[in-house]
């Protein structure tokens, strides 16, 4: 049966799901721009959870997430999470309960609407091309990490071509020993199987998010074996 009805879940993405989901993003980044100077109120994090929830409500992605508890509130966290595919970012955006700032790919400026709308929500754009550049926008986002402001890293840096998790960038990971805040580890499951890398359609499929404990980076001696620890945390996430 679901091979006789997956032709019309495609049609269902691309003549109703993805234009209603563009409408819902103009509108979300026009929002977001003219309350830039309540960028991170509330009401505008409520509306960006909308905006990223109708995602998986247009293609009828159940959705799970546990964990929540290990979340303190008032408290600043680096969040580190696996890369699976675009809908980690909807994912994370949607049911992740805090307000954070998104290290992004210094490409995904120039998007319309969503450039212009990620940068008057205070989300910071990282040049990988350039070393300099790329310390200077940790400094930025390091300078907004006050009063429960977050962020979050994928430190492998781009989707997984596979579904697993790849290798962690130390460069991630600077903002917490610079302001030795604990990082919590994200584990993402479900999001390969909807939309791989390269791939035109998406699949339902079942998605989940795992919160981990928080880890104290300064627990451990050698940067490499506090990485792999994360690492491990975000890989066992994903299995439980």
Known sequence: MKYILRPFYWLWQYLIAWPIFLVITIFTAIFTIIFVPFRNAEFVHKEQQFWSRSAFWLMFLPVS???LEHIKPGQSYVFVANHQSMFDVWLVYGWLPVIFKWLMKAELRKVPFVGTACKAAGHIFVDRRNA?????????????????VCTVIFPEGTRSLNGEVGRFKRGAFQIAWDLGLPVIPLSLDGCFEVLPKGKPFVRRHPVHMHVGEPIDLKQYTDANEAIEAVRNAVIEGRIK
């Open 65 to 67: 997430v546990d964990g």
């Open 132 to 148: 300099k550049a790329a310390m200077e926008s940790l400094k930025d986002v390091e300078k907004q990490l006050v009063n429960g």
